[in-house]
C-alpha cells in the first residue's frame, strides 16, 4: 500500500447506474493489460458489457476511498469477468475481489486469456492451476482461453 492508501472495501454493484463507472474501469484495465485484443474487438466488447455481459452476472465492486476501482463478475461458481482500473492495480484490490467472490460466492473456475500472462499468474499465485486450454474465447474470436481450478 503506498502511502495516504485507503483500505479496499467490497460491496454488491447499485445497477444499471453504476454500470457507466464499471465499463470505464473496464476500459481503463484493458487498455493497460489486452493489448492482444484488436481495436475493433475490443470496441465491441466494450459496446456490449452494459447491455449484455453486466445484467448477467453477479456484480461486487471494490472501493477505494469511496470511490469504485474495480469489480468482479460470478455466475454459477464461475468467475467470469475481474477488472481494476489502471491507476490501482497491484495495489491489492484484484486479490481483495478474488478472495470475496471466491468466499462469497463459490468461485471455482475462472477463464483467462492466454495471451494476458499477468492474469494468468495472478490467478495461479491466488491458488487456481489450470486445467484445459481452449483456441479461442466464448465468442470464438481467435484468443487462447487458459481454464483454471481453484485449488
Known sequence: MTENASPVSIRPCSGPA????????????????????????????????????????????????GVAVGFAGTLHGSLEMLFVHDSYRGRGVGKALLKHVVS????????????????????????FSIVGRSEVDSDGRPYPLLHLKNN
Request: glycine residues 6%; without cysteine; proline residues 4%.
Open 18 to 65: 453504476e454500470y457507466g463507472r464499471l465499463v470505464q474501469i473496464w476500459r481503463s484495465a484493458v487498455d493497460a493489460t489486452h493489448d492482444f485484443l484488436s481495436p475493433a474487438d475490443k470496441l465491441e466488447i466494450e459496446a456490449h458489457l452494459a447491455s449484455d455481459y453486466f445484467p448477467q452476472v453477479k456484480l461486487s465492486v471494490a472501493e477505494v476511498g
Open 104 to 127: 462469497e460466492d463459490d468461485v471455482a473456475t475462472v477463464d483467462v486469456n492466454e495471451q494476458n500472462p499477468g492474469a494468468a499468474g495472478f490467478y495461479q499465485h491466488e491458488g
